[in-house]
C-alpha cells in the first residue's frame, strides 16, 4: 500500500516549508505595572500538498535547554510518510537547533498531530527573546 | 503570674524551635557578587535594591526568554537530611502568565516555586505536570521570604511565605543528592503556563537546616494560648476600687 503510493510520487518532487516565526519583542506598553504582554507572530509558506498546518511551542526548559513543540501536518496527496525538519533560528538568521522526523500516513487520514517533538537549542546558552521556528517537509 | 498558662505554652513553643540543629550550608546576599553561581542569564547585580547589605541579584527581560541564575551545589554544601531553602524575592514585573521563582534539582526531578498570574504561589514538579497551588498570595513589589522545605522525615513539602505555610505536598520521591539550585524562570509554557520574569530582585538565598524555619503558631494554638490566657485572666482578683 505505502509501496504503491511511493512508486506514484516518484516522478514528483515536492518541497513544502512552513515557516513560523515566533518573537518575544521588548514590551512597548504595559497592560499594569505587574502585568505585561509577550507576542508572536506566524506565517506559513506552502508550495506542495504536504505541509504543517500549526507549529505550537508548547514549553521550554531552561534546565535542558530543550523547546518543546505541538506539530499538525496536513497530508493532501498520497505519501506513505511526512519526514520533516525542525530548525530554530535567532533573529540574526543564525541556527540555534534543529531537529528531525517523520510520521508515517495512513489511508484516508489527512491530518496528523505530533506532541512534544523536541528541539534542543545548541546555538545559544539560552533561547533567546526573539526566534523563528522554521518546519520543513520535503517528500521528495 | 495568672498568664502562666499562656507563658508556658509559648515558651514550650520556642523550646521546640530552638533544640533544632543549626546548620547554614549555603548563604549568598550578593555582597560580592555574582561569582558564587555557575549560570546567569539576564541576571545583573543592582545597588538599587536590597533585602539586606547593598546588593541584589536583578533578573530581568534583556536578551533571553528565560531570566535565571544557576548554581551547582557541591559535596561540601550537601544536605544530608531534611532541609530548608530560602530566599527573598521581590517580584516586580513578569509577563501575564504564571512565573517559576526559583527551583530546586534532584536526580529524580525538580521542584519549582511557581506564582500564577493572580499572585498564588504553587509549587511544580515538571514542566508538563500540573503545578499544585496553595492558599496564599505573593505581594509583589515588596521583599517576601520564601521557604521551601523538604521533610524527609514527613515524606512532604512545604512551601512557606513569611513564616506563613503556602501550601504542603508529597515529597513525591525527590531524593538526595541535591543537584542544582535555581533563582528565577526554569520553565516557559507547559502545564502551568509559565511566563517571563521582567523584573524581579532576589537577595539572602539560603540552604540550611531546619532551623531556619520560623512558622507562626498554627491559628488553634494561638486560640487555645488565648484562651488560656482569658480564663487565668477571669480569676484575678479585681483591684480595689
Known amino acids: 500500500m505505502a509501496g504503491s503510493r511511493n512508486a506514484g510520487l516518484a516522478a514528483i518532487m515536492l518541497i513544502i516549508a512552513a515557516v513560523f516565526a515566533v518573537a518575544f519583542p521588548a514590551p512597548a506598553e504595559a497592560q499594569t505595572p505587574q502585568e505585561e504582554t509577550v507576542d508572536g507572530t506566524s506565517f506559513l509558506t506552502v508550495t506542495g500538498d504536504v505541509f504543517a498546518t500549526e507549529v505550537t511551542v508548547t514549553g521550554y526548559n531552561a534546565r535542558t535547554n530543550t523547546l518543546h513543540l505541538t506539530l499538525v501536518f496536513y497530508n493532501g496527496t498520497d505519501v506513505a510518510s511526512i519526514p520533516y525538519n525542525v530548525t530554530v533560528y535567532n533573529l540574526s538568521g543564525a541556527k540555534i537547533g534543529s531537529n528531525e522526523s517523520s510520521v508515517t500516513t495512513s489511508a484516508g487520514v489527512s491530518y496528523y498531530t505530533v506532541e512534544n517533538f523536541n528541539v534542543e537549542i545548541t546555538g545559544a546558552e539560552a533561547l533567546p527573546a526573539g526566534y523563528r521556528v522554521v518546519v520543513t517537509v520535503d517528500t521528495s | ?241
Open chain 2, 1 to 241: 503570674m495568672r498568664l502562666t498558662p499562656f507563658l508556658l505554652s509559648m515558651l514550650l513553643l520556642s523550646t521546640c524551635l530552638a533544640e533544632q540543629q543549626s546548620t547554614l550550608l549555603f548563604h549568598d546576599g550578593f555582597e560580592h557578587g555574582l561569582g558564587g553561581w555557575d549560570e546567569a542569564v539576564d541576571c545583573s547585580l543592582s545597588a538599587a535594591e536590597s533585602y539586606s547589605g547593598n546588593y541584589s541579584a536583578r533578573l530581568g527581560f534583556r536578551r533571553f526568554s528565560v531570566q535565571y541564575l544557576m548554581r551547582r551545589v557541591g559535596a561540601e554544601e550537601q544536605p544530608t537530611g531534611s532541609f530548608v531553602f530560602e530566599f527573598h524575592v521581590k517580584l516586580v514585573r513578569s509577563s501575564m502568565e504564571a512565573v517559576t521563582l526559583a527551583a530546586l534539582v534532584f536526580p529524580t526531578g525538580p521542584v519549582a516555586v511557581a506564582v500564577s498570574k493572580d499572585g498564588r504561589v504553587s509549587l511544580g514538579f515538571g514542566l508538563f505536570e500540573p503545578p499544585v497551588y496553595g492558599g496564599l498570595k505573593l505581594k509583589r513589589g515588596v521583599w517576601v521570604k520564601v521557604q521551601l522545605h523538604i521533610d524527609y522525615e514527613g515524606e512532604r513539602v512545604e512551601l512557606y511565605l513569611d513564616d506563613e505555610k503556602a501550601l504542603e505536598t508529597g515529597l513525591r520521591g525527590r531524593t538526595l543528592p541535591l543537584q542544582e539550585i535555581w533563582i528565577g524562570t526554569i520553565w516557559l509554557g507547559g502545564a502551568g503556563g509559565y511566563g517571563m520574569v521582567m523584573e524581579a530582585y532576589y537577595d539572602d538565598v539560603a540552604l540550611g537546616g531546619e532551623e531556619l524555619l520560623n512558622p507562626k503558631p498554627p491559628i488553634n494554638l494561638i486560640a487555645a494560648a488565648a484562651a488560656s490566657a482569658i480564663i487565668g485572666m477571669e480569676f484575678m482578683p479585681l483591684p480595689p476600687s
